[in-house]
């Protein structure tokens, strides 16, 4: 991996046996993480405990695990052979051989109240399994047991807190059921990964060792690239920022053999997965999931969704500050015009700041075409992607506690162009944003005859939400926006005019950006378009003048916010088509008081 990555190689510190100090501080935490081949060859993984104690020094080089797991006899002769929905645990107890003497195993002992976390990889000792049982019910089946497996540990690694999200674990009374164990996932396991903020994943180096860590971010930053029977089921995540030790990743290099496994700490459910997994580099990953340098893809191929199987629940506190946001799929963004890092660039030079409000400017870029030259085409409605990091970007570090979203940042982004194409010069065009975060930042301390320039990567943009796509059957076009999701609105009314379409703006604006809604007007106004402009927050003494301004000019102004009823005064249905670009409360919203009509909707979060 260090070679792929083209990073210099240091000293492995894994250090062997199970120091004394580990050990004590395992002793304190709630959680295992196990990763184990189980009966099926595959690699698995599971998370064990739910209080203190669940791991804990049992002897030089040894951890003892004790946790309490729903299991049953597979048969009234077969008293030490157990069955049940936890894959790792049918594999190291289960097994009629072996009953998992010497198997492989790694762990991972996680504290994520206090964002600590320990590795280790041995093998399960021989014949110190011990299986005390609790009945629970009246029945013999499903019942509670205390487990107890002893680890012959061969290796230790502390690691970092980095993406570690905070929770308060609790043990729980939990009743395992066995959802499905078939491909495609159900809705009901897509909503788990849609939900989870953090992961567990065992991988394995042939036969010599395992491992087990854990992956967090933001809800949602794993991604579902397909789950079909025509497709297969196949997840992507990005690999972020991280200490260069590239374990779990260099194993999957060798063997792409991997176990992950999705908890849900509010329901206790949990989601069992194994499958084949692949590093993606650079344009790899760039092309698979836009803003990654590297990501990783897991093929799916077997599965266990099991309700109320976590004997535990954990209680957000603080998501980790080292979260990113989320990075979609291209394929879920349409970043179809955008191209890989390595191609040949044209740049975009700044030449010129409007600021409209304290916090939106507009910026004019001109473009100069890279080797070799082409011709700079894009269409109204369309989006931008430039690479700022030859500016922004300070290089890799481990941690950086005091600017830690920087570490994953790229410093690309991508911005609606708001000028028409040609309007400005065949290769100028504008951009109108809100100064929020490093990059905006950056072009909004740009001063005149200072040099600015940023790579473009690409332009790009669904069909779908351009309006000259409109059906033919269509009477009426609404747009519905809020706060700077006004630009496509800006870069296409024109053309809409010219073709005949009705227009019409329903547009939400908070009251400082009230200069931002008279240049937009001004702009567009002359063109017949029928304007709404809805204001919220308090309207000061210069706020009134723009308002005056604003009706002057012809649009309609109300001091409140939008509801369901301005929305379906507009056209008849229908016979009307909707374009939203709107900060995700109104997008919600239009969605409910339109449901079922044609609306499409431009995202408003790159």
């Known amino acids: 991996m260090h070679r792929l990555l083209q990073v210099p190689y240091e000293d492995n510190p894994t250090v062997p046996g199970l120091p004394t100090a580990y050990g004590s501080w395992m002793s304190r935490s709630p959680l295992v993480a196990l990763g184990t081949n189980g009966v099926d060859d595959r690699v698995w ?29 597979r048969s009234a002769e077969q008293g030490t052979d157990w069955t049940g929905t936890d894959p790792v645990l049918e594999g190291l107890l289960c097994h009629e051989n072996t009953n998992g003497r010497e198997r492989l195993v790694s762990g991972l002992v996680v504290d994520l109240e206090h964002r600590g976390r320990v590795k280790i ?31 012959a540990v061969d290796e230790t690694l502390g690691n970092c807190p980095k993406y570690l999200n905070k929770r308060a674990i609790t043990p729980h009374e939990s009743s395992p059921q066995l959802i499905t164990d078939s491909l495609p996932l159900p809705a009901e396991a897509l909503a788990i990964i849609d939900r989870s903020d953090t992961f567990f994943i065992s991988s394995r180096h042939g036969a010599d060792s395992m491992d087990t860590n854990l992956r967090g971010g933001a809800p949602g930053f794993v991604r579902v690239f397909s789950n079909s029977d025509a497709e297969g089921v196949t997840l992507v995540y990005p690999e972020y920022s991280g200490n260069r030790l590239y374990q779990t990743l260099g194993n999957i290099t060798s063997d792409r053999a991997v176990g992950v496994t999705f908890p849900d700490f509010d329901t206790g459910d949990v989601l069992y997965l194994t499958g084949r997994a692949e590093v993606l580099i650079g344009d790899a990953a760039e092309i698979v999931l836009p803003h990654s340098n590297m990501a990783v893809r897991i093929e799916i191929e077997a599965v266990r969704l099991v309700r109320d199987g976590l004997p535990f629940r954990g209680t957000l506190l603080d998501p980790s500050p080292y979260n990113p946001p989320v990075r979609r799929l291209a394929r879920e963004v349409g970043d179809s015009g955008r191209q890989p890092r390595s191609a040949d660039r044209m740049l975009a030079s700044l030449i010129h700041k409007l600021p409209i409000t304290p916090t939106i400017s507009r910026y004019t870029f001109r473009l100069s075409p890279g080797e070799p030259s082409k011709p700079v085409q894009w269409r109204a409605g369309q989006h931008v992607t430039l690479d700022f990091s030859d500016r922004l970007d300070r290089g890799w570090s481990h941690m950086r506690d005091h600017d830690p979203r920087s570490l994953n940042d790229d410093f690309i982004r991508t911005f609606t162009v708001s000028s028409e194409p040609n309007t400005l010069g065949s290769n100028v065009f504008e951009i109108t944003v809100r100064e929020h975060g490093p990059v905006t930042r950056l072009l909004s301390r740009w001063t005149p005859g200072s040099d600015l320039t940023a790579t473009v990567m690409g332009f790009g943009g669904e069909d779908d939400t351009r309006y000259a796509d409109t059906k033919p059957d269509t009477d009426d076009v609404v747009v519905v926006a809020s706060g700077v999701g006004i630009t496509p609105f800006m870069a296409q009314a024109h053309a809409a005019h010219e073709s005949g379409l009705a227009l019409t703006l329903l547009w939400s604006v908070r009251a400082e950006d009230l ?23 308090q309207i000061d003494t210069d706020g009134h003048a723009r308002l005056r301004t604003l009706e002057q000019l012809g649009a309609r102004t109300h001091t409140r916010r939008m509801t369901d009823a301005d929305v379906k005064a507009v056209g008849r249905v229908g016979r009307r088509q909707f374009y939203v670009c709107a900060v995700p409360s109104l997008h919600d919203a239009v969605s409910e008081w339109v449901a079922g009509e044609d609306i499409r909707f431009e995202a408003f979060d790159y």
């Not at 002359?526 to 919220?536: E, K, S």
């Open 45 to 73: 993984t599971t998370l064990l405990g739910g209080a203190p104690g669940t791991a804990t020094p049992a002897a030089a080089g040894v951890l003892r695990l004790r946790f309490p797991a729903h299991l049953e006899p």
């Open 121 to 151: 990889a041995g093998r399960m000792l021989d014949g110190v399994v011990a299986v005390k049982r609790t009945k629970t019910t009246t029945s013999d089946n499903n019942e509670r047991v205390e487990v107890q497996v002893d680890v």
């Open 515 to 537: 200069a931002l809604a008279v240049d937009v007007v001004e702009r567009v106004g002359r063109w017949g378009v029928a304007i709404t402009v809805f204001l919220t927050g």
